[in-house]
């Protein structure tokens, strides 16, 4: 199974879901978006695919949105886009795409939908606790 993660290995959310994917039995492929950027046809394309607008990939929390202005209800997902592309940091995270679909990771336990196969029942996150499976709807 094809697996691409966005990731940021300064988010705990985000080492978790790499840390769930390979504990499934897959190596995904690891974009590291704070190094490399988005491009408007990815951020796009992954949005479409998700099913989810721009403003719910939004990160609101420790980021420059509130300074931006962006969270006000009334600017455009273009101009959402555009900040996106600006300020690569403005992308909720981790965005992980298998054959199953595309979805922002957040909780971690997100991702098992995704996959083919859980981590064994012998799983911790970095906190030392297991996966909560209600959390993963």
């Known amino acids: 199974m094809q697996v691409v993660i966005h990731h940021n290995p300064s988010c705990g959310t985000s080492r978790n879901t790499l840390a ?3 504990a499934s039995g897959i190596e995904p492929e690891v974009v590291e978006y704070m190094k ?3 491009t408007r046809p990815q951020l796009l394309a992954l949005f479409a695919a998700a099913g989810m607008p721009p403003r719910d990939a939004l990160r609101t929390g420790k980021s420059p949105a509130e ?3 962006l969270l006000d209800p009334s600017v455009s997902d273009e101009t959402l886009i555009e900040q996106m592309l600006a300020h690569p940091v403005l992308v909720n995270r981790p965005i ?3 054959p199953k679909g595309v979805r ?3 909780p971690c336990e997100r991702v098992l939908d995704l996959l083919d196969s859980a981590p064994g029942d012998d799983f911790l996150k970095e906190n030392g606790k297991p996966l909560d499976l209600d959390a993963k709807a």
């Open 20 to 22: 769930i994917i390979r």
């Open 67 to 69: 300074e931006l202005g």
């Open 96 to 98: 992980v795409c298998t």
């Open 104 to 106: 922002l990771c957040r």
């Open 36 to 38: 490399t950027g988005w």
